[in-house]
């Protein structure tokens, strides 16, 4: 199966560290939002798109990516994400650029969050949030979501 992960990740590089886990599994070509041709994305089977969180969505870069996609009629496409909230804020996080990619025709077959180092506004006063994350178990896991999407289950 033929994988491209298109992501967007700054402060901390906690994004990227999934991210790469997750390629290695998939074997996926990685994309940051302005490396894209969205004329070759139909080459692939399975298309993934990962962020970093802020104020509860995924990078404007990779949102305003979607946003200036052609449809992609019955195309796969996961989310995966990093922040604060980890997985206990998936849902909120993720809905927005889920509707977008519904709406634009791709077909989601899984989603994948977990926490990250933060230091965003007040956590920085604080000396950040989740420090040492994403951790090894959280690798792992990112691995085991590869591994089933590779799969198809």
């Given at each position: 199966?033929?994988?491209?992960?298109?992501?967007?990740?700054?402060h901390?590089?906690?994004?990227?560290?999934?991210?790469d886990?997750m390629?290695?599994?998939?074997?996926?070509?990685?994309?940051?939002?302005?490396?894209?041709?969205?004329?070759?994305?139909?080459?692939y089977?399975?298309i993934g798109?990962?962020?970093?969180i802020?104020?509860?969505?995924?990078?404007?870069?990779?949102l305003?990516?979607?946003?200036s996609?052609?449809?992609?009629?019955?195309k796969?496409a996961f989310?995966?994400?990093?922040?604060?909230?980890?997985?206990?804020g998936?849902?909120?996080?993720?809905?927005g650029?889920?509707?977008?990619?519904e709406g634009?025709?791709?077909?989601?077959?899984?989603?994948?969050?977990?926490?990250?180092f933060?230091?965003?506004?007040?956590?920085?006063?604080?000396?950040?949030?989740?420090?040492?994350?994403?951790?090894?178990?959280?690798?792992?896991?990112?691995?085991?979501?590869?591994?089933k999407?590779?799969?198809?289950?």
């Amino acid at each position: 199966m033929k994988t491209a992960i298109i992501y967007y990740s700054y402060h901390h590089g906690n994004t990227k560290k999934v991210i790469d886990r997750m390629a290695g599994i998939l074997g996926a070509k990685l994309m940051t939002p302005p490396e894209v041709d969205a004329t070759k994305l139909a080459e692939y089977d399975l298309i993934g798109f990962g962020s970093g969180i802020y104020f509860s969505k995924p990078h404007k870069s990779l949102l305003d990516l979607v946003d200036s996609l052609p449809s992609m009629k019955n195309k796969k496409a996961f989310i995966i994400s990093t922040s604060g909230r980890g997985e206990k804020g998936m849902e909120k996080n993720h809905h927005g650029l889920k509707a977008k990619l519904e709406g634009k025709g791709f077909a989601i077959v899984g989603e994948y969050s977990c926490s990250a180092f933060d230091t965003f506004l007040f956590f920085r006063l604080m000396g950040g949030l989740n420090k040492g994350r994403p951790n090894e178990d959280d690798l792992k896991k990112a691995e085991e979501f590869a591994k089933k999407l590779s799969s198809g289950s």
